[in-house]
């Protein structure tokens, strides 16, 4: 093949094919601190090598794998192993807002586990508004292939129940939030691409495209994640219900890093149908703290009361 | 306008951020401007004294609060409020014209501190100005580095100007603090906050709010607080006007108010005490003797609880709920019925609780559950005037049994003995999850606390002698409210299949009671059972709960009483208009007697913490069950309730 692309030197042909198997390895690297573009100028300024054709067949052939991850899939593993703590304690505030009417706010706090045989286990508690207080949700994701166990505790009734945890489409507390998206997702649950490189607000992300596997598996036809690459957060998500337009949009507002572990302090999920918005807002999170494992069981599902001493002992109050 | 005129604030003004940091060598020396021009001219003046000076733009976020006062039509009305403001020793209104909406605003003020910005909200609040809104702005702000690699110190310049210094190896971007300058009041406060953003190396945020309307929550969240009390309380209140719809319903309207409180505290991690009490007010009117008003105060869980590892022991008025289908579970007996409003009140709502010393003893797969019901509670009957009594002393008719014209006079005419006391019984339960079902055995020695009635048997013998005129005082009471112990054993499974939650519980009684041919109170073995399917159709908001239940009572000889009763019922829930709305419903229907219970209910969820309603009560059916007893009170219900 390069035989026949004209006005290319031996010298030039060795080089390229040098540099040809060299680049694939080098932009891996390169580009998890360089954008596309940036790298490719990185790799002619260093090399000399300002032929147009060189750029030409670079950009053709190599633009495929000029990315930190191999795939889409890799990153979107990447995306799911990224650190978070083995527990974590968080509280802030849920706001639903909407036009044309007065915002209504949720107070909950959350706990979650990463159990050491991979399970994770999380426990939602509501303090506001008065009707939903200490209705509590708890949810063990399994590592295999069982499905998950969901119980709900309502205090009007004095118990609590199983829930179908199968459920994805319900929105959670009349939020924008789907209870699949409260979910613990698999990586092989969808088929990832790498889409590219787009900014959002000045920050760079990487594009990363998921679709199910399964589509019975999921409300959602497509999402489409910016990925924040030093972070690995989806600062955008955007989700499809069929068609090219998406439904809803979340966006990661503030990202802070807390105690070593990048934390997403402040998003918005959009109903772009009818615009209604759910603002969540992290006051309070800890990570790695001494949070007993029985706290994720019905027996304190049923107790919210004893939740309140945790929370005073983790957080130091 | 706003952002425009604040960017311009913020880019006034330039400072620059020195730290020093040591190295042997060549020392890299960062100067960070707000200034373009100035940055530009030192770096000027440093290239053309030899050093090696870089100049970089760097973007960086500021966020800042104003303090708005909305909704003015007129500018000269905005303006006279300003006037007024000032006055009040607020300085520094202006008057402006609104980003997103018509009319005019006043920019009270605006600070980089949220907790400042709630102070003057606060403040405008207490002045009664109710339009009075928080916005939170975010601007970029261009920060210019100029950066010199060099051994030497750099050259004197025109620009005053204090080095961050870096050393070649370090990693992270190097520390800024601002250099002390005299700013106006509002500009410092910015520039106090741009401090602490960028003492903060690992913030990013992504996106502002750039909706007018999104901002708004910003308002809702200023009495918000993160710290979490030892001490809790809670309140709740229901007003509801119910009007009788039916002919042969002598009651027009029943007027009902409720209200609830409750405190919690919480000693430590172990002990906690929680109270709670509740009153119902009832003002019944009508026809034929129907007019009735009662207010009663009762308890509510009012308990003191312990709990540790192993153990958690809960001692006084509680609401102890066992088995697992919503709708009058067959083990669900330690709790007492609430009855006082008929076939009102909402599935797995209708219990209150009951003096008892609960001991749950955690096991490492389970929970063993033991519980003394200190003193008996028997269900809470609505006023015996009150058309949900299940006694109707108007037409001379019973819960349960059909009319008869011979015992109309007498149950006119009938005295109740409802006086019951002794303790409840105990009841002892395993439960535990094996895998994805949860399961529990059940052992109870019980009163049930849904009131039977039983005849003076004096006067049962008149009757049975065919005394025409029976004069029931002079026997003493006509019935006696009977709560029989019985022994229940039974088990409950709950579990999830193909997206549905299934539910199924069963348990056998020694003694339920029944009234024979002849009158006689009698008490027989039965069996209870129910088994439920929980579902979201089409997987989304709208919560269906199907449930199928049954009795059967094995009597010895012939009895007056349904002897087997399975029914279909079911709960309705759907939410629409994001959740602003709620739709739902309950139902019964008797499969192998005619019955039919419908109640659809519409509430506004909008106006939180209020909820608005209207629902209707649809009962009808054949004379022995609960439908065709209450068939002549379908009531229309219109009403508000709230919690705080």
Redesign the interface.
């Given at each position: 093949m390069l035989n026949n692309i004209k006005g290319l030197s031996s010298y030039e042909r060795g080089i390229f094919l040098f540099f040809g198997a060299l680049i694939p390895i080098l932009t891996k690297h390169i580009l998890y601190k360089y954008s596309f573009l940036n790298a490719l100028f990185y790799i002619i300024m260093e090399y000399q090598m300002k032929t147009k054709l060189f750029l030409i067949i670079v950009c053709a052939v190599f633009s495929l794998p000029l990315y930190a991850y191999e795939n889409g899939t890799e990153l979107a593993q990447a995306v799911y192993d990224r650190p978070d703590g083995r527990n974590a304690f968080s509280?802030?505030?849920m706001?639903?807002?909407?036009?044309?009417?007065?915002?209504?706010?949720r107070?909950l706090y959350t706990f979650r586990e990463d159990r050491k045989n991979g399970d994770m286990a999380s426990l939602i508690r509501f303090e506001k508004?008065?009707?939903i207080?200490n209705t509590g949700l708890l949810t063990v994701d399994y590592k295999s292939d069982?499905?998950t166990?969901q119980w709900i505790f309502?205090p009007?009734?004095?118990?609590a129940?199983?829930?179908?945890?199968?459920?994805?489409?319900?929105?959670f507390?009349?939020s924008d939030i789907l209870y699949e998206d409260l979910r613990d997702r698999k990586v092989s649950a969808d088929k990832h691409r790498l889409l590219g490189e787009k900014s959002?607000?000045?920050?760079k992300a990487l594009l990363l495209e998921s679709i199910p596997v399964d589509p019975d598996n999921s409300?959602y036809s497509k999402k489409i994640s910016w990925i924040?690459p030093k972070?690995l957060v989806a600062?955008?998500v955007d989700f499809y219900q069929g068609g090219n337009k998406p439904v809803k949009r979340t966006?990661?507002?503030?990202?802070?890093?807390k105690q070593g572990y990048?934390t997403v302090m402040n998003s918005?999920a959009i109903d772009l149908k009818?615009h209604?918005?759910t603002?969540l807002?992290m006051?309070?999170v800890l990570y790695d703290k001494n949070i007993p494992s029985?706290l994720f069981s019905?027996?304190y599902l049923e107790?919210p009361?004893?939740e309140?001493?945790?929370?005073?002992?983790i957080s130091g109050? | 306008m706003i952002r425009v005129l604040t960017g311009c604030v913020i880019l006034f003004f330039a400072f620059s951020l020195p730290v020093a940091a040591a190295e042997s060598g060549k020392v890299t020396r960062h100067y960070v401007f707000n200034n373009k021009e100035k940055a530009e001219t030192f770096t000027r003046e440093q290239q053309t004294a030899g050093q090696n000076a870089n100049l970089t733009t760097q973007?960086k976020p500021v966020q800042y609060f104003l303090v708005l006062l909305k909704g003015y039509t007129q500018w000269s009305a905005a303006f006279k409020q300003a006037q007024f403001l000032e006055k009040k020793n607020i300085t520094g209104i202006e008057v402006v014209k609104g980003r997103f909406e018509r009319g005019y605003s006043i920019l009270v003020s605006q600070f980089a501190d949220k907790k400042q910005a709630g102070q003057l909200f606060n403040k405008l609040r207490k002045m009664g100005l109710k339009n009075v809104r928080i916005y939170t702005n975010k601007v970029?702000v261009y920060q210019y580095i100029v950066t010199i690699h060099s051994r030497r110190k750099p050259a004197a310049t025109s620009i005053a100007a204090t080095p961050v210094v870096k050393t070649p190896s370090a990693k992270k971007t190097a520390r800024l603090k601002p250099k002390a300058k005299k700013q106006p009041a509002e500009v410092s406060k910015i520039a106090d906050s741009e401090k602490k953003e960028t003492e903060?190396?690992?913030?990013?945020?992504?996106?502002?709010?750039n909706n007018d309307?999104?901002s708004?929550?910003e308002?809702?969240?200023e009495d918000?607080s993160?710290?979490?009390?030892?001490t809790i309380w809670?309140?709740?209140f229901n007003l509801e006007e119910d009007l009788f719809t039916r002919d042969g319903q002598d009651a027009s309207h029943l007027d009902y108010a409720n209200a609830k409180a409750y405190i919690?505290h919480?000693f430590?991690?172990n002990w906690?005490l929680k109270a709670s009490a509740r009153v119902d007010a009832n003002h019944q009117s009508g026809q034929n003797g129907t007019d009735y008003t009662d207010t009663e105060l009762d308890y509510e869980d009012t308990f003191l609880?312990y709990?540790d590892a192993s153990y958690?022991i809960t001692m006084g008025a509680q609401?102890i709920?066992w088995g697992?289908v919503?709708n009058l579970g067959p083990l669900d007996n330690m709790a007492t019925l609430d009855l006082s409003r008929g076939v009102m009140l909402k599935?797995?709502?209708n219990?209150r609780s009951s003096p008892a010393v609960r001991v749950?003893h955690?096991l490492e797969k389970g929970?063993l559950d033991l519980v003394y019901l200190a003193d008996f509670r028997e269900a809470e009957l609505a006023d015996k005037k009150d058309v949900w009594y299940p006694i109707d002393f108007r037409k001379g008719r019973m819960l349960g049994f059909k009319y008869n014209p011979a015992m109309a006079g007498l149950i006119k005419n009938a005295s109740i003995d409802d006086d019951f006391s002794g303790d409840g019984g105990w009841g002892m339960r395993f439960s535990t999850?094996l895998?994805?079902y949860?399961i529990g055995l059940t052992v109870e020695q019980v009163r049930l606390s849904a009131p039977y009635y039983k005849m003076n048997e004096a006067i049962r013998q008149q009757v049975l002698l065919g005394n025409p005129n029976i004069n029931p005082s002079a026997y003493g009471y006509t019935f006696s409210e009977q709560h029989p112990r019985s022994w229940v054993v039974g088990g409950d499974a709950?579990?999830?299949w193909q997206?549905?939650?299934w539910?199924m519980e069963a348990g056998w009684f020694s003694d339920l009671p029944a009234t024979t041919k002849t009158l006689k109170y009698e008490t027989y073995n039965g069996f209870k059972w129910a088994g439920s399917a929980?579902?979201?159709p089409?997987?989304?908001?709208t919560r269906v709960n199907l449930q199928l239940s049954g009795q059967h009572i094995d009597e010895k000889e012939k009895i007056l009483d349904l002897d087997n009763v399975v029914i279909l019922s079911g709960e309705i829930e759907s939410?629409f208009s994001?959740?602003?709305w709620k739709a739902s419903g309950k139902f019964s229907i008797g499969l192998n007697n005619k019955e039919f219970i419908l109640s659809p209910e519409i509430a506004y969820?909008?106006?939180?913490?209020f909820?608005v309603y209207t629902a209707f009560h649809y009962q009808d059916g054949s004379e022995q069950t609960v439908g065709g007893f209450y068939k002549y009170n379908n009531v229309l219900t219109f009403g508000i309730r709230g919690?705080?």
């Open positions: 509280s802030g505030l706001v639903l807002v909407e036009k044309g009417h007065k915002p209504r706010v107070k508004p008065a009707d207080k069982k499905e166990d309502l009007a009734i004095k118990k129940r199983r829930i179908s945890s199968s459920r994805k489409g319900g929105h507390v009349g959002i607000n000045g920050v409300v924040h972070s600062l955008r966006l990661v507002k503030k990202l802070e890093k990048w918005v009818n209604h918005e603002h807002r006051d309070k029985d019905l027996r107790d009361q004893r309140i001493q945790i929370i005073r002992n109050q | 973007k970029s903060e190396e690992d913030i990013i945020i992504v996106m502002s709010d309307y999104t708004n929550y308002i809702a969240l918000e993160d710290e979490l009390n030892a809670g309140a709740s919690e919480s430590n991690a906690n609880r709990r958690r609401t709920r697992k919503d599935w797995g709502e219990y749950e955690f929970k999850s895998d994805a949860d709950e579990f999830q997206k549905v939650t539910r929980e579902f979201y089409g997987d989304a908001d939410l994001n959740s602003r969820l909008g106006a939180e913490p909820e919690k705080y």
